[in-house]
């Protein structure tokens, strides 16, 4: 589990697709404190470490991730926000983020704010799925490529996040403009709300 409270951005530095699997192989200044078998969400998506060596860790993306994320059209160079799983005892800054993407969407504009950066994103208008809690509420919660944001002007298929600078330097937002996909995953708590009501 995880709060969206990005610590970093890791750097790629390989990549290596073993048949519909894709290996990252990362660089990030916590290299020495993960573990095998440790879970690290990147660009919001929970993957395992599977092996350590020389400054850098990989992990193994699967076909069913890579489908529904933005994970296979990154390439060595990019920056991928990085988040370890959350300690019990802290404070939740963030939300309740499961590290389990539902979907894609298209930044379709992006706004100065005299300070603060607006995004605007699209994602595909599925009344299925909105039944199933795949969707957003105004000052609700909504994790962009693992950033914990506050919703604002939701429609049917989009919403926007007001990203202040401090996000913007320290997160891959600083690379996100019209046109880049990014990763979304809905609220936990709706997705329930939206279930319990399905069995009424």
Excluded: W
Excluded at 41 to 60: E, F, P
Excluded at 113 to 140: I, R
């Amino acid at each position: 589990m995880f709060s969206g409270i990005i610590e970093e951005f890791a750097t790629i530095v390989a990549i290596k697709k073993d048949r519909d699997n894709i290996d990252f192989t990362l660089r990030c200044s916590f290299v020495d404190e993960l573990g095998i078998d440790q879970s690290v969400a990147h660009n919001g998506v929970c993957l395992t470490v599977v092996s350590i060596q020389d400054g850098t860790y990989t992990v193994t993306a699967m076909k069913e991730t890579l489908d529904r994320s933005n994970l296979g059209l990154l390439q060595v160079g990019d920056k991928v926000n990085v988040e370890r799983s959350m300690l019990m005892n802290g404070r939740l800054d963030g939300h309740i983020v499961q590290g389990h993407v539902d979907e894609t969407a298209r930044c379709i504009a992006v706004e100065d704010a005299n300070g603060s950066t607006y995004f605007t994103f699209e994602y595909k208008e599925d009344k299925e799925m909105a039944l199933n809690g795949y969707f957003t509420v105004d000052k609700g919660s909504v994790t962009v490529n693992g950033v914990s944001l506050t919703v604002c002007n939701p429609t049917r298929n989009t919403f926007q996040v007001a990203i202040i600078p401090y996000t913007f330097e320290h997160t891959n937002f600083c690379d996100i403009k019209v046109g880049s996909v990014v990763n979304l995953e809905f609220d936990i708590i709706g997705k329930y709300i939206a279930r319990l009501q399905q069995l009424r």
